[in-house]
């Protein structure tokens, strides 16, 4: 029986790999530019931390998580997300006492049992930030900025939009998913079924639902959240949208965002694409300050956001964006003739490998053809060959592999390369 991966599930080799390391590794060297400092968090965690985390009533939680009894009868779930991974582990180190503002980063793999299609999987790789202890709407521009600068340097802010809205404080949010909820429900009728379950959840997430008939119904409605903010989240949210303008950050106020997780309070934004399809988000995030509180913690005001590594990738693909890929040494292929010569060009590799080269070569004895071939085809820049004249003359052939040039050389000038390899000289 052949077994296969779990449906939904992806694995990924080279070049892809590299792909997805490179993103994130643009994207970690904005984040430290901006003060965070990474955190790794356990993939695995008691259940309760994303039932209290994100809410009893959201899809992940009732729906999405991978969650089990271990042998030792405790309900463990993966994580769906990271944000509330990160607020349990901020609790449990106290980590409000070391400073008044902490800037965390996490990057790693989440699953969510959803229904798999082009940009969504039931495990994908997320990167995000999350920083603790301002209430500030400059720290949320900041994160906002954090998540602007590194969609640019991915070379992808012209394929993105930044679409904010605020969905204030819970009482403020209850006054106006009531209004909704006797809006909506003398139209039940034209609701999806999904929706129509929602208003019994979460009414408010029939706005952000992509149902030709849902949108056409909710984009009638005569009020917006914003005639029920406080002044005070008013404020907060016309603060942020200054310091946006001020740091040229293109921007659109958006009501139909409302997000699916229910920790979030006053500024919830995403970052949507038109070129993925319906799943169009490719990060996401808002301030969150009640959820330390909630899960036992000292109240702390905390704005944070997530990137979906996997729709990034798509999106790089499907706008040929192309992206220096960092430069990778250059390959260096040893081949060799003979039984003694195998051995040696064994040595030969493990010793350039320790000096810091790239190197080739074959375990088994194989024609020089196969082995020229070979070389070719993985790209080598030289080669370095060994035969039985060359063990007895104690010389070795060097071979430009792009001009042909070859030369002998003793063997004992390969020894004394230093870790740049430059084997231009030898030729
Ligand atoms: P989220 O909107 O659930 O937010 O996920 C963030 C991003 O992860 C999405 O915008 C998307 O790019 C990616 N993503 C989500 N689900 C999938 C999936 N099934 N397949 C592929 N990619 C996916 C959060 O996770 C919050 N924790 C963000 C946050 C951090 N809010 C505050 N701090």
Not at 148 to 170: D, F, M, R
Not at 252 to 262: M, T
Not at 269 to 292: I, P
Not at 383 to 393: K, Q
Request: proline share 4%; hydrophobic share 35%; net charge neutral.
């Amino acid at each position: 029986m052949k077994i296969t991966r779990l449906h939904g599930f992806k694995d990924m080799f080279h070049p892809e790999t590299q792909r997805l390391r490179s993103v994130e590794d643009t994207v970690r060297k904005v984040f430290e530019r901006f003060g965070f400092s990474e955190v790794i968090i356990p993939v695995l965690e008691l259940s309760e931390t994303y039932s209290t985390g994100l809410g009893d009533t959201t899809d992940i939680v009732q729906k999405e998580m991978y969650t089990f009894e271990t042998k030792g009868g405790e309900w463990v779930s993966m994580r769906p997300e990271g944000t509330a991974g990160v607020v349990r582990a901020y609790i449990e180190h106290s980590l409000h006492r070391k400073s008044p503002v902490t800037k965390l980063y996490y990057s790693g793999e989440m699953f969510r049992h959803e229904k798999p299609q082009e940009g969504r999987q039931r495990c994908f790789n997320q990167i995000g930030a999350e920083l603790f202890g301002s209430r500030d709407p400059l720290a949320d521009s900041e994160i906002i900025a954090m998540l602007w600068l590194a969609v640019t340097e991915l070379g992808l802010s012209e394929h993105v939009e930044l679409e904010l809205n605020s969905i204030g404080k819970p009482a403020e949010r209850e006054l106006y998913k009531k209004a909704l909820l006797e809006f909506l429900s003398q139209k039940k009728d034209s609701l999806c079924e999904n929706c129509r379950n929602r208003l019994t959840t979460n009414p408010l997430r029939v706005l952000d639902c992509k149902t030709d008939t849902c949108v056409e119904l909710t984009s009638g409605i005569p009020f917006s959240i914003r005639d029920y903010l406080s002044e005070q989240s008013n404020g907060h949210l016309d603060a942020l949208l200054r310091s946006l303008e001020e740091k040229s950050i293109p921007h659109r106020l958006n009501p139909r965002i409302v997000r699916g997780l229910d920790y979030y309070t006053d500024t919830v934004f995403e970052l949507t694409t038109d070129k993925l399809g319906s799943q169009n988000a490719v990060a996401a995030g808002g301030r969150y300050d009640l959820l330390v509180g909630r899960m036992g913690g000292p109240e702390t005001p905390a704005v944070g956001f997530a990137m979906g590594l996997e729709r990034i990738l798509l999106l790089l693909e499907k706008t040929g964006t192309r992206r220096n890929s960092p430069g990778k040494k250059q390959l260096v292929c040893i081949i060799h003739i003979g039984d003694e010569a195998r051995e040696k060009a064994a040595n030969i590799a493990d010793d350039l490998r320790r000096k810091g080269m790239r190197v080739e070569t074959e375990y088994e004895n194989k024609s020089l053809k196969s082995q020229m071939r070979k070389a070719n085809r993985t790209g080598a820049a030289y080669s370095v060959i060994i035969g039985e004249d060359e063990l007895r003359g104690k010389v070795f052939s060097l071979r430009n592999m792009k001009t042909g040039e070859e030369k002998t050389i003793p063997l004992e000038k390969l020894a004394a390369l230093g870790g740049h390899g430059d084997f231009r000289k030898l030729l």
